[in-house]
């Protein structure tokens, strides 16, 4: 069984700080994505990630997949209290299309 | 653009009432259709995924089942509630083939009395 463990479980942060938040696993994926998911909603889609040390940035997000394909971390710059929100890894392995998803990273940015 | 819609987005059920929760994906064809249910500080659990019609794989036995009856509509059913399927569900689809991310609609929140 896959497992992706996301760290912190739990962050709260003050406007305009950095931060960053980890998914880590012993299994190697083939692709890596990273969702936001706010209360009552279902999860967005922020980024896929599918080449060993790839980095994507979306604004003030950075997104960075490990050279090994086993574990991720999302950077965000400048903090927002719109950033609030459960941030999900899901890991994609096998060809149908099966994900194995994190607990998720709970972001509250106080104003 | 696709769109996927889920109904309703609540839900109010007596404990051995009859279920039926209702997905469609619109502007895509022959999508991968999944449900998951998501428990706090559990994550999402996969329930069922579907890669064509009438066809399903169930991925945690339960009293619960799913239908693919169309291309792009997946249904998730009971025949009778337990106080135990209380939770968020979610249903999702992805484009075929390898590395395709998945795409959720805004879920269920399904509460047994």
């Known amino acids: 069984t896959q497992l992706l463990e996301q760290s912190p479980q739990f962050l709260s942060i003050q406007e305009g700080e950095n931060l960053t938040v980890y998914c880590n696993s012993s299994s190697v994926f083939s692709s890596l994505q990273w969702y936001r998911q706010e209360p009552g909603e279902g999860p967005v889609l922020l980024v896929t990630v599918v080449t060993g040390g790839e980095v994507k940035k979306l604004k003030r997000l950075t997104f960075q997949f490990g050279d090994a394909r086993k574990d991720s971390s999302l950077h965000i710059t400048a903090a927002q209290p719109g950033d609030t929100g459960l941030y999900l890894c899901a890991g994609g392995a096998g060809g149908y299309q099966k994900v194995t998803f994190g607990i998720g990273t709970k972001l509250q940015v106080i104003p | 653009s696709q769109t996927i819609h889920q109904w309703p987005a609540t839900l109010v059920q007596p404990v051995g009432s009859p279920l039926s929760l209702e997905c469609t994906v619109e502007?895509?064809?022959?999508?991968?259709l999944y449900w998951y249910r998501q428990a706090a500080g559990r994550g999402l659990q996969l329930l069922f995924y579907?890669?064509?019609?009438?066809?399903i794989s169930s991925e945690v036995p339960q009293n619960l089942s799913a239908s693919r009856p169309q291309d792009r509509q997946f249904i998730l059913s009971s025949k009778k509630l337990l106080l135990s399927d209380s939770g968020f569900y979610l249903c999702a689809w992805s484009r075929p083939g390898t590395n395709q991310p998945q795409h959720f609609g805004d879920g269920t929140r399904l509460s047994i009395l």
């Open positions: 579907s890669v064509g019609i009438g066809q």
């Open positions: 502007g895509t064809s022959n999508p991968n």
